[in-house]
């Protein structure tokens, strides 16, 4: 990998919670470096540190040893280089599609005509236009997503961390968000660190799959997926694909 297209940079990531007397060990000896633009999913077993490791990068935990960096910036905290797509919507109730949208650039004082020209653009981005003065109640879950999206893009951070944006959702809708989210990664040029449980989900949105180990998680492997998009799931390269993923995870979780 050319460091030069290095966006986000992992090296020796470790995090421990303490419980009683003692530690969990959550993640040791991470190590990923991301490139600008490039779609990375991570996988692993349940409680094997996916959505630590993204708080972690979002500034939202402190890690406990190792660095992160966005760059040549180390991270300490939370900063607009980031966006975070949480798979709970998050969206304040009394604020309508663009206030929603504008939250993160009213804290950073961003003038209210310079939030409404950007808030529109991402309004018709994501495909929520009409609904701009919409409230949370009367939108879809896909529709409550988009605004998440929106939202966490508007601020134009260098890296998009998506934390399973589309588990509540139900399989047709999903399917629906996932080639939107393709429209949009590929319209922005967005770098995107996306967790999920879905194997299929990952095979068909990334470029590079990490597979992580069981707790304390690690990365067990990676995984370049060189199919063209628009991908086809029935697909025999789609499906081999999918089942070797699967057949690694199977391993971790019976330990055969």
Known sequence: MDRNDVILSIKGLGKSFP???????????????VENGEFVCILGP?????????????????????SIKIGQKEITGPGSDRGMVFQEFGLFPWRNVKKNIEFGLEIKGVPAEKRAETSQRYVDLVGLKDFEMSHPKQLSGGMKQRVGIARAL?????????DEPFGALDAQTRNQMQMELLR????????????????????????????????PGSIKDLWDIDLPRT?????????????????????QKTGT
């Open 19 to 33: 419980k009683d007397n003692g530690q969990i060990v959550a993640i040791e000896n991470f190590d990923l470096e």
């Open 46 to 66: 349940s409680g094997c540190g996916k959505t630590t490791l993204l708080r972690i990068v979002a500034g939202l935990e402190q890690l406990t040893s190792g």
């Open 231 to 251: 991908r086809d799931r029935a697909s025999s390269k789609f499906i081999a694909l999918r089942r070797d993923i699967l057949d690694e995870l199977e391993v």
């Open 184 to 215: 949009i990664w590929k319209e922005t040029k967005k770098t995107v660190l996306f967790v999920t449980h879905s194997v299929d989900e990952a095979v068909f949105l990334a470029d590079r799959i990490v597979v992580m180990t069981a707790r």
């Open 154 to 162: 508007a601020n134009d951070p260098a890296v998009l961390l998506m």
